[in-house]
């Protein structure tokens, strides 16, 4: 267990290809897979790996965000040592900059008992084991560790993803950004481990020196000084950084094998409990290849669709190849294809809705979808 590691989750994340969902919320708080949200990925993962002190370090004082992690007693971190905490940029700067917040924050590094630092984002969708990374960096004594996913899907995944040119010797040579013109690239899962001490120098000597508003983009401007090396992971990743990534990666669950490697594994992923009672399938209802959580009433058809906790599909009404997020109300004969609805929707009777899978029609948080 890594008892000597601490953990940064940075959300400063480019959220310009997804707004649509996160008009209300930043990417990190996006309702996935009916019951959980994107952070529990990330927050789990470090879980799973013995990690108690975690801080999350946002763009703005989000209220889904703060209401979803609460203590962080889902993750075992509501504790009187060490624990979770959140901080939240005062003063608006750079958009997607994370350097001025953790320079104002250094005292949460100064004081955390630990040694070690683990910096993550929180879009990218993953079980993954940490410990098994730790280890590898402390065996290399390079300054720093970047896990990155070799993918064969990049001509239409990760895009604007840092990419990375790697070495016989595994050191990162330089870095640059996917555009969707190759298949093949090796993606930068923003996973970085390194000495809590060199982590403190780089936050002070970006500030000093200037010129760069995150600190993965001090370091990666640093390459020939500092011994950056690559980790390749193997395992399932998702990206969610735009709506149509968002959809692809949601889909992917409806997949036995990204289900049980993601869901079912002895790494469990963790959420914020809400108690709801079973889903009541009533009569004339069918659901074929869907993932339904807790407390929906269905009367109509799904097929290929999530369905978050609360909804309710009305007799006739028909939803495919869609997401729905938490206590949406669809009404008789209403017909839904490649459709996203975000929370507390309602979509007036015999009304239909088609996208496309490549781009899926969002319906924004509290529509009402009538005449």
Known sequence: MLKDYMGIISLSEDESNIRSLTVHRPIASIPIFARYRVIDFMLSNMKNAGITNVGIFTKTASRSLIDHIGTGKPWDMNRKNDGLFIFNRYLS?????????????LEFLYRSRKNKVIMTSSYMICNIDLEEIAYAHEKSDADVTV????????????????????????????????????????????????????????????????????????????????DVRAYEYTGYVGCINSVNSYYRVSMDILDSEVMNELLNSPRRIYTKSNDSPPTKYLNGSEVVNSLVANGCIIKGTVKNSIISRGVVIEEGAEVINSIVFPKCVINKNVKLKNVILDKNVEIEMDKVLIGDKNYPVVIEKGSYVGI
């Open 93 to 105: 700067s750079a958009i997607n900059s994370d350097i001025k917040l953790l320079k104002n924050n």
């Open 147 to 226: 896990v990155y996913k070799k993918v064969e899907n990049g001509d239409n995944m990760f895009l604007n993803c840092d990419t990375l040119k790697i070495e016989d010797d595994g050191r990162i040579s330089s870095v640059g950004r996917n555009l969707c013109l190759t298949d093949t690239a090796n993606v930068s899962m923003d996973i970085f481990i390194m000495n809590k001490e060199f982590f403190i120098d780089c936050i002070l000597r970006c500030i000093q020196e200037g010129g760069c508003d995150t600190l993965k983009q001090f370091i990666f401007a640093n390459l020939k000084k500092f």
